[in-house]
């Protein structure tokens, strides 16, 4: 049997050490092309480069049997070139990041690594984000690998619906190691922002985004507990955007 | 009973034709202001301003009595700054477009306009996004004038749960008029892309993003449909994006 075809992206851009050790776990499982922004494109969300020319190249980043390319877009970018123009044929398994820091909860919708994750999805390849909650760039992402095979493996083998792909966050490897692995809902929290007003040198103002993470969620079926406790989370992500239970009440309103 | 606080944005920027007739309509309902990218912003999905700085300035486009900001940044930072730095206070409703073209069915994870009306959700506040299904910076937004303003009227009646907010698409207005307003849900739809590749002057390869839409969707009961009928179409669209099927089918792999 032929070894599964795999698309590795990220949006931290692809020296980070994120996507280097993810691409490393990948060339233990099939056949990886690595095709990823040539800088960091945190908070992209599922931006798309429509106005601008897009750039696309080979270029040799270490060692490892994969094959690199470097590309001047979005992550969403990235994967729409590499299924399109760079891969030989449809990857049999997307897999994004690691993302250096969480793309928990709401996090979700401003991840340009989810973003990635969710485009797969929708051209029906199996697809799955990962991130580690450090921020740093020295993250140690030793301990989750074995983790990080695993999964990918069980996407690989299962399969998994267009439209639907699967966000997963790993806890800090600062304690004893992960308590396993739990599948969740994706907490209700939100960002509530604090602009840092500062003024350049030539005394026009100018603003930084910051803001503070809030969680709403009581449940102890969301991801934020998941990881909390100690696990690695798993949350089924999907492209149909429809509030359902909305549907009734909106055809009682009077917009006529 | 004092006027509501309304907050205009879009992603085709703040002088778009779309900006200024939604303005317009937003005037004759309450106290308006505008924050909205100083240039065009379509496709960039949810991203937020991270790496670099914001500026966010008043302008005077045109002799409205709203109040006018023009701002760096994409249509999520555009909400964000309007809603913790250049309003009096929490806004009573945020309308996003009328975008330059259509935001139905897989469209709406790409939109600026309706990213910006989902970060509103998000702070609990009453939100929709408008799009005319008219790339046209000519095209007509008389007929749909009437629709806009009641639709806004109906949100401020009713109000929205936080993380819930209407993506409102109305077909380009070229025939007999509107049949009316249907709720609807997301269509399955999807873009296949088709990459034209170039030579720059230098030799060197470049890439356009370019694609077809494709709707695999028979429902008649999505917006797609809708508009095809010559309704408007109502989507209500939720951040929460777990895919709540799969949750029991994803307790049955074997992650450990």
Wanted: aromatic fraction near 8%; glycine fraction near 10%.
């Amino acid at each position: 049997m032929s070894k599964p075809l795999i698309l590795v992206c990220n949006d931290d851009g692809i020296t980070a050490p994120g996507i280097r050790n993810l691409t490393e776990v990948m060339n233990g499982i099939g056949e990886v092309y690595v095709v990823a922004p040539d800088s960091p494109q945190s908070g992209m969300g599922h931006a798309i480069t429509i106005e601008k020319t897009l750039r696309c190249d080979p270029v040799v980043i270490d060692e490892g049997p994969q094959k690199d390319f470097s590309c001047s877009g979005t992550p969403v970018d990235c994967v729409k070139l590499a299924v399109n123009v760079v891969l030989p044929r449809k990857p049999d398994l997307i897999v994004s990041g690691i993302n250096h820091g969480s793309n928990s909860s709401i996090n979700v919708i401003y991840s340009g690594t989810m973003s990635a994750a969710v485009e797969g999805s929708l051209e029906g390849i199996p697809s799955i984000g990962f991130s580690l909650l450090d921020y740093s760039w020295q993250a140690d992402f030793g301990p989750c690998k074995p983790f990080v095979d695993r999964i990918a493996r069980q996407v690989l083998e299962h399969g998994l619906p267009r439209g639907i792909c699967l966000n997963v966050n790993i806890p800090k490897a600062d304690g004893p190691g992960y308590k396993g692995v739990r599948v969740c809902r994706q907490a209700d929290a939100n960002w509530v922002e604090e602009f840092d007003a500062r003024q350049d040198p030539r005394g026009r103002g100018y603003y930084w985004l910051t803001g503070t993470f809030k969680n709403y969620d009581p449940g102890s079926d969301t991801d934020e507990q998941a990881l909390k406790d100690g696990f690695i989370s798993i949350v089924p992500v999907q492209s149909d955007l429809t509030a359902k239970g909305m549907l009734e009440t909106l055809n009682k309103w009077s917009f006529e």
